[in-house]
């Protein structure tokens, strides 16, 4: 690769911010080397020096593992947001780069690492509920970005469509068809789910007419009884004075008449 190449990818890894990844410019560097190599056998693209080095360091960080802000590199390819995600197809097949995107990298490169535990239970859940007889491959990125598209939803994070929907590799239509299918899974979970709970709370309320219920209805009404009783009345001092003494001087007369 020329040296005027390799300058155009560090500075692009400058602006896009990933100078301190030191991963990050060998593998591009790799890529691109490959890329000409397999161009220059008929593998041809219709992209332009600076579009073919944000992919390849687009596809380089994916591998690595790195947050990539897809953005900034849209507007440093010159491309537009289509023809970025087919180009990125394209050097992906010519690369024979096969690496399946998960969750993992998903919220990696979108800074969503808060909902990638609940994603991965959801898509257990899904390949569950889909049977496992189903002939659905789940290596398949868009299971990964929709189970990723549904935890942000559930956990309220905000997440544009715009940024997610590219990594699914589904069109629009076939996007919001997926995304149905996936609130029809859900609603069938949280139905399952509520269902279960009331089972468990009614298992653990005695029976109303059993020796528990009993007792706590009689305890309740002593308490009760015990409320609505009317409070003994308090004696004035000199009153209790006074009929001390008349009792004392009582017991002192017999007293002296046994005498």
Known sequence: MAGGDNKVLHQLIQKLGLANHE??????????????????????????????????IDIAAGLL??????????????????????????????????KTIGINEICVQLGLNQVQKEATGLLDAYKRYAGASSDIDFTHPQYATMAVFQACRRQKVRVGKLKLVPFSHLKATQWNLLEKNWEKFLDSVDHKSKSGVKEQKGAQEPNSNGPEARSRSGEAGTSSGRKHASPEKIEPYHNWKKRMLEKAYRELELLRGSG
């Open 23 to 56: 991963s990050l410019a060998p593998k591009s560097t790799e890529l691109q080397r490959l890329l000409d190599i397999r161009s220059s056998s008929g593998m041809t693209t219709n992209l332009g020096d600076y579009a073919k080095a944000t992919l390849c």
């Open 65 to 98: 593992g790195l947050p990539f802000d897809s953005e900034t590199a849209l507007k440093l390819s010159g491309l537009r947001k289509t023809a970025y995600n087919n180009g990125r197809r394209t050097l992906e097949k010519i690369l024979d780069i096969n």
